[in-house]
């Protein structure tokens, strides 16, 4: 079974959490991972405290993803020596060296910008785990909540494909079928309010996956 053919189930990525409860909801609804952004011009930011303090209530088997963004690396070391991450999540132009040098297995978004070579931005991350492919907005490195053209994505993948960008519950079912990604991720589209998850959106979003998926078996 490869990853992202319709025999795999899509895995689920709920990102932007900021409170342990729900970091728990998300757990308990089915999400395999929850992302936690240490970039403080995003709403849905997290300090290094509150990290450690929802990582720390997850339970086994959830994976624990930190996202930033042309960070320093004295200020991502300092993350990683008080949140027990699992997977990092690289937002801005790092390079793969960059990338690398932790020693931790992490993604790299890629930005649909109109203009990308998706598959040679791709080819030069070959040390990636993934790739998490987003909607490209000038102003923000991911998170608008805006989607792109999913006919975009490559069918000649190196590596798994995680996407992202504009999802919801009444769209996501529909991703799943046109593009087999590896996982999805979703962020805004589950939302009460900035930074704040609805459980029964993030319900609903894991259903229509399962459905996207029931429809490609």
Request: hydrophobic share 45%.
């Amino acid at each position: 079974m490869t990853a992202g053919s319709p025999s795999a189930r899509t895995r689920v990525k709920i990102c932007g959490i900021t409170r342990p409860e729900d970091g728990l909801e998300a757990a308990r609804l089915g999400a395999d991972a929850i992302g936690l952004a240490f970039y403080a011009p995003r709403p849905r930011a997290v300090s290094v405290g509150r990290a450690a303090e929802i990582a720390a209530c997850l339970p086994p088997f959830v994976t624990r993803v930190g996202l930033f963004v042309d960070a320093l690396p004295a200020e991502i070391e300092a993350v990683l020596a008080a949140v027990p991450l699992d997977l990092l999540q690289f937002h801005g132009d790092e390079t793969e060296a960059e990338c690398v040098r932790f020693g931790y297995p992490y993604l790299k978004a890629v930005s649909m910008r109109p203009d990308r070579d998706v598959v040679a931005a791709l080819r030069a991350y070959p040390s990636a785990n993934g790739f998490l492919l987003d909607a490209y907005h000038p102003a923000v490195p991911g998170g608008s909540g805006e989607s792109f053209d999913w006919r975009r994505v490559p069918t000649d993948r190196p590596r798994p494909i995680v996407l992202a960008g504009g999802l919801t519950p009444d769209n996501v079912a529909d991703a799943v079928r046109a593009v087999r990604p590896y996982a999805v991720d979703v962020s805004s589209g589950v939302e009460a309010a900035k930074g704040i998850k609805d459980v029964t959106k993030m319900a609903e979003f894991i259903r229509g996956v399962q459905r996207g998926d029931e429809s490609g078996a």
